[in-house]
């Protein structure tokens, strides 16, 4: 069995301050990790994802994410937020053919 | 361009009505899911389909039904069983069956009046 804990429905930050939005999972098996974010009714589009190798992730709009397999944990970054980044952000976590969503993040960009 | 289409993205319907939301995959991908969005709640597996003709329940099939009658095609049905069908419906697709990346279409959103 597989779950994600999101700790957290909503995140206001200032723009150009640190974001972090943070993700636990529990897995029986060595996990695929993936954060999605999603625009107001539209699907979700894929941020960046880990399947093995390096535990620091890179992906799209400079977010980044590290896996801590100790803290069994996928926590989200981007150093400066920008007003753009409001948006609802899902974490999930898929070991056998199907994924397992979170409940999901709203971030606020304060001007 | 290659991509998922979903029709309608607005649809209401009365109780008791069956409805067909419409998935659409031009990327070739094998595998189809529909999942259920509800505010707070994350998204929810309903149905996915590995391979063309094949398919299975996800955690909340009840009052659902699809299939899977050709590679590009995997159409919902709510049927007049789903007891809150009001929700945001959302098609996926991936290369292979689940470790991989999945591509969303832009959802479609259900209204029973």
């Known amino acids: 069995a597989q779950s994600v804990t999101q700790l957290g429905s909503h995140v206001s930050v200032s723009e150009g301050a640190l974001v972090l939005l943070r993700c636990n999972y529990s897995s029986s098996v060595p996990p695929y990790l993936f954060w999605y974010v999603q625009y107001p009714n539209q699907g979700l589009q894929l941020l960046l994802k880990y399947t093995t190798g390096a535990t620091l992730v890179k992906g799209i709009n400079g977010f980044e994410a590290e896996f801590k397999k100790s803290e069994t944990s996928f926590h989200l970054t981007k150093p400066s937020a920008h007003m753009s980044d409001a948006a609802e952000y899902f974490c999930?976590?898929?070991?056998?053919?199907?994924?397992?969503f979170g409940a999901g993040t709203t971030v606020t960009v304060r001007a | 361009d290659g991509g998922i289409t979903q029709s309608p993205k607005y649809l209401f319907r009365k109780e008791g009505q069956n409805v067909t939301l419409s998935c659409e995959q031009n990327?070739?991908?094998?595998?189809m899911y529909w999942y259920r969005q509800d505010p707070g709640q994350g998204l929810r597996l309903i149905y996915y389909s590995q391979i063309v003709n094949d398919f299975q329940k996800g955690d909340i099939a009840e009052g659902y039904s699809v299939s899977r009658e050709k590679k590009e095609s995997f159409p919902l049905t709510v049927t007049s069983a789903q007891k809150n069908p009001t929700a945001f419906y959302l098609c996926?697709?991936?290369?292979?069956?689940?470790?991989?990346?999945?591509?969303f279409g832009e959802g479609s959103r259900l209204t029973v009046l």
């Open positions: 990327l070739n991908h094998d595998a």
């Open positions: 996926a697709s991936s290369i292979r069956p689940n470790t991989g990346e999945l591509f």
């Open positions: 999930a976590v898929g070991n056998d053919y199907k994924l397992s």
